[in-house]
DNA sequence: TAATAGTAGTAAATCGTTTACAAAATGTGC
DNA sequence: GCACATTTTGTAAACGATTTACTACTATTA
């Protein structure tokens, strides 16, 4: 494979005059250019991108950290951080930690090994609870999940807020028994909180028996809504924090030939193909997930190139999507 | 950041020492290679895999290059590969063409000019056309379309018998008029194959106005079917080739309010969330997807290993899982 | 004891770029 | 035609590892 110093013999000039040449282009006569121009094309020749990192110490290469890419949600915000990395000549290295913090450090590690140019992810709790700005050699922009210390760009949901107005939408439905499968991540602690906000704020009490910390998982999603259905006094509507966890609960609910949203109301996050094709459909909030990931490859790219700008947390609503399984209602109060 | 020249200098001995006590420890004596590795420690030392690469030539990293991540077949393999090439020390690069041979040509001279140890592509059907094995400085791995002229790796399912199983589980529940929705990719247009194969093995024949050529989207799939629908004589199964047009199909028969099967049956390929949760569940072939992604990280990775190996093609069957919306046909019959 | 083989370590070349600096060529004003 | 500024070009040193060629030393054997 032709090199930059078989270019520069076939041009009959410096190696040096073939990079500013294909650099820039200044301080070369055109009559140089041209020469120069013509063995490149001639030779087929294409710069080697590792020893051009080698020497300027940065990539086009952004990592993305994410836990598992075939959640929907972040399958979504993939596509749109390789979208945006496309257009502006990046590369995107994939890495799945299944919320595996050893994992996590690994591809941390090669992130830094590899010179990245930057990275984009969705940490463990323990990175949250450890992370410092000044950690990584390279910018990061945090998604999906808040982190209290440290000063990142990061994008993420109002996650108290969407989950304030789903729940507020089943009160206002005539729905009071309503129970909550949430994940320890720290978006499902928020969007517990705007669950419990919610509630107080039309004057029901948080029920702790109706309150669950589970796995975001459709396995658990299934057996912690069959061990609610079992209740003494069952809820009459089920809030859950991801499409994961819903898949499971529709699940449950099916094989207890419970009727939604006639003996229980379902309402959950994230839109997915499933959620508006099943019968009731799902109302759920629907994050704008495409540009979540759109947004924090944006963020990146502008800091590196521009590293000491301030950072920015872009806070998203989510857009509540009202359907058949939250329907109003009927006859029976509380 | 600390260099090996550094950690050299701290043990007191040259970079070729250190670089041996890293790679293989052979002729260092004990007592050196605890000084070594003591400095390696105290230094935070890690080899710097840019230089490593332009060194040796060749990285650890692995191109994925599919036609669109989101559609839930690539997810599944992308995950497979990215498992698979964790588990082997590989990272992937992840790269969505849409069907576009310009965008993947970039990509494919992405990962020349970044050295990559070898890539695993679905191909557009232009390179299919034009693919010859001496394209490539790197080792390729094909998977899901199948490669007429060239002597690679392959790794896919065996389109034409998945589709005449389907079509004949059909034929066998007693349905008589099946269309096809068929897309224009390799594998759309071997499933075809089958379907008109066990069209003519059970005594019926391929009618024209029942076999479309759609581009594989659930838009597509929708229009489409609403045609079908609208024929003077409407076919009583519609057979898709793959998840996003069956999506587009149940869509406009739930519009025209037909009843899936009574109506009109449905199958399709790739199994997902939502064929088994709305109701009836779909009937339909799983490939298997994570099978198809690890074997083609192995068979790369033993590859790039091995450069000379003899090429292998790896056929792998669907699983054909019968559900509700292909139940027997009732009462009538043609 | 000398010849031989094997081990331990070093210095320098290499991979393919970019870039600081120096040198050469060109242009300008008088 | 000379001094000086300006533009163009080349030289050589990085970047950080690996690897080869080579030297020096130790141990084995006849």
Redesign the pocket.
């Known amino acids: 494979?032709a090199?930059?110093?078989d270019v520069?013999e076939a041009a009959?000039?410096?190696?040096?005059?073939?990079?500013?040449v294909?650099?820039n282009g200044?301080?070369?006569?055109p009559?140089?250019?041209e020469r120069v121009m013509a063995a490149v094309e001639r030779l087929g020749?294409?710069?080697?991108l590792?020893?051009?990192s080698?020497?300027?110490?940065q990539s086009n290469t952004i990592g993305l950290i994410v836990s598992d890419i075939s959640n929907p949600f972040f399958t979504a915000i993939s596509r749109a951080v390789e979208d945006s990395a496309y257009e502006q000549g990046f590369s995107v290295v994939l890495c799945n930690t299944d919320e595996n913090p050893e994992k996590e450090a690994i591809y941390l590690n090669l992130m830094r090994d590899t010179a990245v140019a930057g990275a984009i992810m969705s940490p463990t709790r323990q990175t949250i609870a450890s992370f410092t700005d000044s950690n990584f050699p390279f910018p990061i922009v945090i998604i999906d999940r808040s982190i209290s210390n440290g000063d990142v760009d990061v994008v993420l949901l109002d996650n108290v807020d969407a989950a304030y107005r789903l729940v507020t939408h089943l009160v206002e439905h005539g729905y009071r028994r309503i129970a909550a499968l949430c994940s320890e991540m720290s978006t499902g602690l928020e969007r517990q909180l705007g669950y419990e906000k919610a509630l107080r704020a039309h004057g029901l009490s948080p029920r702790s028996e109706y309150m669950r910390y589970i796995p975001p998982r459709a396995d658990a999603g299934y057996a912690a809504t069959l061990k609610l259905i079992d209740l003494a006094e069952p809820p009459d509507a089920l809030f859950t924090v991801n499409s994961l966890i819903a898949e499971g609960a529709l699940r449950a609910i099916r094989e207890r030939n419970l009727t939604i949203p006639d003996d229980i109301a379902l309402v959950t996050f994230d839109e997915t193909t499933w959620a508006s094709l099943v019968q009731p459909a799902i109302t759920l909030i629907a994050q704008p997930t495409y540009e979540i990931g759109k947004t924090a490859a944006e963020l990146l790219i502008q800091r590196i190139a521009a590293p000491e700008r301030p950072t920015r947390q872009v806070i998203l609503k989510g857009q509540l999507i009202v359907r058949g399984s939250s329907a109003p209602r009927q006859n029976t109060g509380v």
Request: no cysteine.
């Open positions: 494979m090199s930059i110093k520069a009959g000039v410096s190696t040096a005059t073939v990079s500013r294909l650099s200044l301080h070369v006569r009559e140089v250019r020749y294409r710069p080697n590792v020893a051009r080698l020497r300027s110490q």
